[in-house]
């Protein structure tokens, strides 16, 4: 089989920085901003003598991505030069918030200001009173921990998604019961031949469970790898509500309910367990809990889940054979884990059949991170001290959230915030959370808002939620605009670390990790007065001192060949103590969790249904008959981000809801009419509706509709109360407050209820609008 | 010999880089394409079974990346395809590229003859 891959060929071998027809141009890895995580693509970036971007191109060089490049980072130049960009510090007045009174004003100045509000309230009412809020994938995504711990000294980070809905479950879930976090599927990442190296061995089988990675490039994961493979004989099976692209190029297609994905583990592993398909000698060896998880599992029969998941009990059996059968096999499993209540027993049983089977830690199957080999964990916790560390809010209610990932409880927080009188500052970095994106009931996050003194802001957008509500706003730069390292999957995969290369500069945008350690220096000199300057800082927070930033800049991209290691369990590399075994209380995969255990949790896998659902709330089904499910990753968009980007906006430019053919006849709807969606926790402008653009398609079942999220309209009046219209299609509006799973993790995102009603006006985008809103760059 | 894109749309995910690298590269404005991935499906053939293919077409205005290829590269839709399912090359090359599997199809981008 030819593969059509490394297209280019005709800058192979350049170095980092090199001349080409009078333009100087950098190679480097792209993280963010525009958002998306960090899967460090190469990129080749084209400067003229005056500094000025010119273009942008894919990278040949990157043993990854091979040139190829998606349409968020194809559009850099357009991101760079938007006229809409903020390029320099602001600010305004408290009375002001909501309104385009913006001032210019220098870092300087926005520092002292910031470092003024944060001493006041550490003095008033103590360090926990400041509040740090961010978003996901953005390089500051990760960063927020430190964010507050070690740059402003509050123990009260907040990622602001409804019972952490976001990766925590699932690595929180792999934490506890495999001793690792979450374990990505093995695509030859850090091996310089790739799928040619003789000691990797190509996935018999892919599994995509509630993902589309090539769309989402998840944790870093460059999606299209799976695509690679595909082509090079792996077969797929997808687990998705939704017919997806993928799902028609996949054997296995397992459409089920949204919601129950436990339900369908139970299942699966019942069938490779009362069938005897599973790896005898790994079990023995390296499990705990098996006779206890088969007792458990034998309680789901193949009829039962089904009939919850709205399956042929045969596609599951023969699911699950070939599952247990094709060896090796890789499970990719997504966000739609993480956003049920219960997503973490979802999650168990997928790591259970990943551990049953054989395939963790083995070439071709799940790959773990060396245990020596993790970064920034806990930067600043240590030296806030006991009794800070005490007033993270919920450490006592929810400590498996809280202690874990050392974030405040999303959930109680609000509730914190509504009551008011508890944060009097808070940072909001990289966060659009407002825009129907990381937070339920954006409504109630806004007006909480209210309570709070002083708010500053990071982003290069005046987005609706900074606009909402902060006094400061600190521009950020974009990742051709600033030197920093990203590394896929966090650093906690033995995959790569790029090097993130400034190539101009527009205007004063600075990088979160400069921010960081700005801030850092001035608030926090206990964490901070070591590093002798930003690239000692770098080289410490990124690196972990194991190479300089200029050493990996000469590479660019740097595979972590020498972290690579498979059957780890067996060597002593993946606990502390460098004994053998999983770094768990027992030394091996606890299929009976005694950590879950530990924290009042099953632990087993159970199955319950979601809080809104057919079979949980008959009585609603009337009023609401849909189940809705929201939020699959689009190319174009990285949630909330790219709406002002014309070519983004062109291809997808209003929130859709898709609809199957069927229910669109019964109801009335045509394809591309605009509908008003509700739910028994409609927060929206009509009524406590939001509206949508209806998609007719059987991508959907009958009786299931998925809406689009993370829309707002840049192009609309920014001030309040419009926002950029940033409530007109907000399906977060839909999703209930503080539902969420017993250890305080996942909250129903992709499995609510709603209803859907066609409607007489046209909200469609005018694309000649957009064009000539945002088509003219500025270009100093 | 004429020079022609060969696309496997067996694996084209429809990822539109071809569409927004050519668009930055030419320059076009919102409601101009060089090539677009036309979107087929989803219908349902049977129960099992659902027809989904995404073709990216080159349009009227493609070149096929005429000065990029005066500069030895390909054209960008072809380098930056994420699935790598594009070729470019003379058609007697590709002919034989696509007699080694179905599911692709050959474009060759020209001028109109009827014009």
């Not at chain 1, 103590?126 to 960063?143: H, N, Q």
């Not at chain 1, 219960?342 to 259970?352: D, P, S």
């Not at chain 2, 010999?1 to 990822?15: A, H, P, Q, V």
């Amino acid at each position: 089989m030819v593969l059509f891959k490394g297209q280019g060929t005709a800058d192979l071998g350049k170095p980092w920085r090199y001349e080409e027809d009078g333009l100087t141009v950098t190679r480097g890895c792209a993280w963010s901003p525009p958002g998306c995580h960090p899967t460090g693509c190469g990129i080749k970036v084209y400067t003229n003598k005056e500094g000025q971007l010119v273009k942008i191109e894919g990278d040949e060089n990157h043993p990854i991505t091979n040139g190829r490049l998606c349409v968020r980072c194809l559009t850099i130049r357009d991101y760079v030069y938007h006229p809409d960009r903020i390029r320099y510090p602001m600010k305004r007045a408290r009375e002001d918030r909501g309104k385009n009174r913006w001032e210019r004003i220098t870092w300087d100045e926005a520092y002292d200001i910031i470092v003024e509000k944060c001493n006041e309230a550490k003095e008033k009412w103590g360090a926990d009173s400041i509040l740090v809020i961010g978003g996901t994938g953005r390089e500051g995504g990760p960063m927020l921990p430190a964010y507050a711990h070690s740059a402003l000294g509050t123990p009260n980070d907040c990622y602001t998604q409804s019972g952490y809905s976001c990766y925590i479950p699932r690595v929180a879930g792999t934490t506890y019961v495999l001793g690792a976090t979450y374990p990505e599927m093995d695509y030859a990442g850090a091996y310089e031949l790739r799928y040619d190296e003789p000691t990797w061995q190509l996935p018999a089988l892919i599994v995509y469970w509630g993902k589309i990675p090539t769309a989402s490039n998840g944790d870093g994961l460059f999606g299209h790898a799976a695509i690679d493979m595909m082509r090079r004989g792996s077969k797929l099976m997808c687990i998705d509500p939704r017919v997806t692209w993928s799902c028609t190029r996949a054997d296995w297609h397992l459409q089920l309910r949204p919601g129950t994905d436990a339900a369908l583990g139970m299942a699966m592993l019942n069938v490779i367990i009362s069938e005897e398909l599973y790896d005898k000698d790994f079990v023995d060896r390296w499990t705990y809990g098996f006779e206890q998880l088969a007792e458990r599992v034998g309680t789901m029969s193949v009829e039962q889940a089904a009939e919850i998941c709205d399956l042929d009990p045969d596609d599951i059996r023969e699911a699950a054979r070939a599952y247990a059968t094709l060896k090796p096999a890789q499970i990719a499993w997504g966000l739609a884990i993480d956003q049920k209540r219960n997503g973490m027993q979802a999650g168990h049983c997928i790591l259970a059949l990943e551990a049953i089977t054989g395939n963790i830690d083995v070439p071709g199957g799940q790959l773990i991170g060396d245990v020596n080999d993790g970064l920034e964990l806990g930067f600043g916790w240590n030296n806030l001290g006991p009794e800070l560390q005490s007033k993270i809010v919920g450490i006592r209610e929810y400590p498996a959230y809280v202690a874990l990932v050392l974030a405040a409880q999303c959930d109680m927080v609000l509730d914190l915030l509504e009551e008011g009188d508890y944060f009097h500052v808070m940072m909001i970095e990289d966060t659009n959370l407002l825009a129907g994106t990381c937070a339920a009931q954006p409504h109630r996050w806004h007006d909480a808002f209210a309570n709070v003194d002083f708010c500053f802001g990071v982003d290069v957008w005046l987005t609706p939620t900074i606009q909402s509500c902060c006094e400061v706003f600190l521009p950020l730069s974009t990742t051709v605009e600033h030197d920093t390292v990203v590394y896929s999957h966090y650093g906690a995969s033995p995959i790569m670390a790029g090097a993130v290369n400034k190539c101009l500069e527009v205007g004063e945008g600075k990088g979160d990790c400069e921010i960081m350690y700005d801030l850092g220096c001035r608030l926090m000199p206990i964490n901070y007065a070591r590093f002798k300057d930003y690239y000692d800082f770098l080289e410490f927070y990124r690196l972990g001192y194991s190479q300089t930033f200029e050493e990996i800049r000469d590479e660019v991209v740097h595979q972590k060949i020498e972290t690579l290691g498979y059957k780890k369990y067996e060597t002593g590399h993946l606990r502390m103590d460098g004994k053998p075994g999983f770094n768990t209380p027992t030394g091996r995969i606890e299929l009976y969790s005694t950590m879950f255990q530990q924290f009042g949790e099953d632990p087993l896998p159970y199955y319950i249904e979601p809080n809104y659902s057919p079979l949980n709330t008959p009585e609603l089904m009337e009023q609401y008959p849909f189940v809705l499910t929201t939020g699959a990753r689009t190319y174009c968009y990285f949630h909330s981000e790219g709406k002002q980007i014309p070519y983004l906006r062109e291809m997808n430019p209003d929130p859709l809801i898709e609809i199957n053919p069927e229910d669109a006849l019964k109801y009335g709807i045509a394809d591309g009419q605009w509908v008003k969606v509700n739910s028994p926790h409609g927060s929206g402008p009509f009524d406590g509706a939001i509206v949508l653009k209806a998609k007719v398609s059987q991508i959907v079942k009958p009786g299931v509709v998925h809406a689009q999220h993370g829309f707002w309209f840049p192009e609309k009046d920014s001030e309040e109360p419009v926002l950029y219209d940033v409530w007109r299609s907000n399906i977060n509006d839909l999703i209930p407050h503080f539902m969420v799973g017993k250890l305080g993790f996942g909250a129903d995102f992709k499995c609510m209820i709603c209803s859907v009603e066609p409607i007489n006006e046209n909200y469609d985008t005018d694309m000649q609008e957009i064009w000539d809103r945002f088509g003219k760059l500025v270009i100093e | 010999m004429r020079n022609g894109l060969l696309i496997d749309y067996e694996f084209c995910s429809g990822c539109q880089s071809c569409e927004i690298a050519c668009k930055q590269e030419h320059g076009f404005g919102v409601g101009k394409w060089g090539i677009r991935v036309l979107d087929e499906g989803p219908w349902e053939i049977d129960e099992k079974t659902m027809n989904w293919n995404k073709i990216p077409t080159p349009t009227s205005l493609c070149d096929l990346c005429a000065d990029r290829q005066a500069k030895g590269k390909l054209p960008t839709c072809v380098h930056h395809c994420l699935a790598g399912v594009m070729r470019f090359g003379p058609i007697d090359e590709l002919i034989v590229e696509m007699d080694k599997k179905p599911n692709q199809v050959l474009f060759v981008p020209g001028p109109y003859t009827c014009k």
